[in-house]
């Protein structure tokens, strides 16, 4: 046993992890943090969130260059790409983030334990490094070990022609053409990549609609921009294999339902049905730690395991693999083991695709109201009667609340627009506190702004709106 000890180890440094090492920090605790990467931040900071984002905004840029600047009188010439320069600058970025994660460890005091960490008992962590292996005591674990690429049968990933987002994310050339297997947001955010820089991009997802898990509105909406931006769509179909030949990949795409099936052809296929929770390797079963039936850990409302002083928290848990919800339910968390209480309202955790336009929401979608039998109304209204969008040339999409009918307290938000990840904050906020959707047109909102387009919605819910 090490001698050293200490009131908190989190397992795991993504975006639920560091955050909960840090608030235990500020709370006063000696806490330590295990990562096995060569760097902190976790799927998110390193081949997740942030350079998936940097390689977005790269290709909005060109494609804005390409096809949006001459609307407003912008001549630019002959306009290309250096996708090699938008690489770098992604690694940069990924780059000056996990450092900045080190930073904020060494202002905390946090220890970070390099190596793969596994429980070897209640109180007891090991960590396998390149000295070996060490066992340091606990008074309190945090699993915080996230998630990984959803497997698929007959579909074997080599990350370079059969990739997973890990591999999208460092192409070396744009593909010819692209197939993306599942047609959640990952799949459709890398698409947008590659397809504003010259790739022919079909996704073939097994439901009848992309975007399953959101409003069913947004859903139909979205296919209808990303089909005019030349994504192609093969709904109701799933891949039963793949075969990478060294020049291309041959995919076999059948009918969901059953049918006959067809060969497709791409220089690129990406993986992207979905994520399952790393819990392996973590010595749970040894511990007697519960799982459920998708491997996820089983925990009570303070993060708690079945074995006292064993946390978990993130994408390994129930609920949405988004790194706001693992951040916040790592606070959380860490308050709790500190003798605070606190809690999450999980109706109050947005959600955001972005593509351009992007999509968010946040709360009840109709669907989901409609099958709890909950009586509700509806407000919208669309980007292209909203002063501001216009001034912007980006009048695509529209802002929709939903509010219960008898209370008119605001049940759930979705927009697609320009902007709507940002939008959807005061929406959630909104939630948060309960409000009714006149407590939210009756906030006064800045004009000329894209915001105003909530006010209207909210207004619209009354069939009160001013500009429609």
């Known amino acids: 046993m090490s001698e050293t000890s200490y009131d908190l180890i989190v397992i795991g440094s993504?975006?639920?992890?560091?955050?909960?090492?840090?608030?235990?920090?500020?709370?006063?605790?000696?806490?330590?943090c295990v990562e096995m990467r060569a760097t902190l931040g976790g799927t998110c900071l390193n081949v997740g969130c942030i350079p998936s984002k940097a390689l977005l905004v790269s290709s909005e840029k060109y494609a804005e260059a390409m096809h949006g600047l001459a609307a407003h009188g912008v001549r630019v010439g002959t306009v290309g790409f250096d996708l090699a320069a938008m690489m770098g600058h992604k690694d940069k970025v990924v780059k000056d983030n996990t450092a900045g994660i080190e930073y904020l460890f060494k202002k905390n005091k946090i220890d970070w334990l390099k190596g793969k960490g596994a429980i070897a008992a209640a109180g007891q962590v090991t960590v396998t490094g390149v000295d070996g292996v060490k066992t340091y005591a606990a008074k309190n674990i945090l699993i915080a070990t996230g998630s990984e690429s959803m497997p698929l049968p007959g579909v074997t990933v080599d990350e370079k022609r059969i990739v997973t987002s890990t591999g999208a994310l460092a192409l070396a050339s744009v593909p010819k053409t692209m197939v993306i297997i599942g047609g959640g947001v990952i799949g459709l955010e890398l698409g947008s990549v590659y397809q504003r820089l010259g790739a022919q991009v079909t996704v073939v997802e097994f439901l009848d609609r992309i975007l399953p898990t959101m409003d069913g509105e947004i859903s139909k909406t979205m296919q209808k921009v990303l089909s005019k931006q030349g994504m192609q769509f093969k709904l109701g179909s799933k891949v039963t294999s793949a075969v990478n030949d060294g020049a291309q990949v041959s995919l076999v795409v059948e009918p969901a339902a059953g049918g006959a099936a067809e060969k497709v052809q791409a220089e690129i296929v990406l993986l992207a049905i979905g994520r399952r929770p790393f819990t392996e390797g973590l010595g749970l079963e040894k511990v007697g730690v519960k799982l459920d039936e998708r491997k996820r850990v089983a925990v009570d409302h303070k993060f708690q395991t079945n074995v006292p002083g064993i946390y978990a928290i993130g994408d390994v848990i129930v609920g949405p693999m988004l790194a706001h919800k693992a951040e916040d339910e790592g606070v959380v968390c860490a308050e709790i083991m500190a003798g605070q209480s606190g809690h999450i309202n999980y109706d109050a955790i947005p959600g955001v695709v972005y593509t351009w336009p992007e999509a968010a929401s946040v709360g009840k979608t109709e669907e989901e109201l409609k099958k709890a039998g909950v009586q509700y109304k509806t407000g919208k209204f669309p980007f292209s009667a909203n002063g501001r969008a216009r001034a912007m040339n980006e009048t695509e999409g529209f802002v929709k609340i939903l509010a219960d009918a008898a209370t008119d307290k605001v049940l759930?938000?979705?927009?697609?627009?320009?902007?709507?990840?940002?939008?959807?904050?005061?929406?959630?906020?909104?939630?948060?506190?309960?409000?009714?959707?006149?407590?939210?047109?009756?906030?006064?909102?800045?004009?000329?702004?894209?915001?105003?387009?909530?006010?209207?919605?909210?207004?619209?819910?009354?069939?009160?709106?001013?500009?429609?």
């Open 412 to 468: 759930g938000a979705h927009i697609v627009g320009a902007d709507a990840g940002t939008i959807i904050a005061e929406l959630a906020m909104a939630i948060e506190f309960g409000a009714s959707s006149e407590d939210v047109a009756r906030t006064c909102h800045a004009h000329p702004t894209l915001n105003e387009c909530v006010k209207e919605a909210a207004l619209a819910v009354d069939n009160r709106p001013i500009h429609i």
């Open 14 to 32: 993504g975006p639920g992890g560091y955050v909960a090492a840090i608030r235990a920090a500020q709370l006063g605790m000696k806490v330590a």
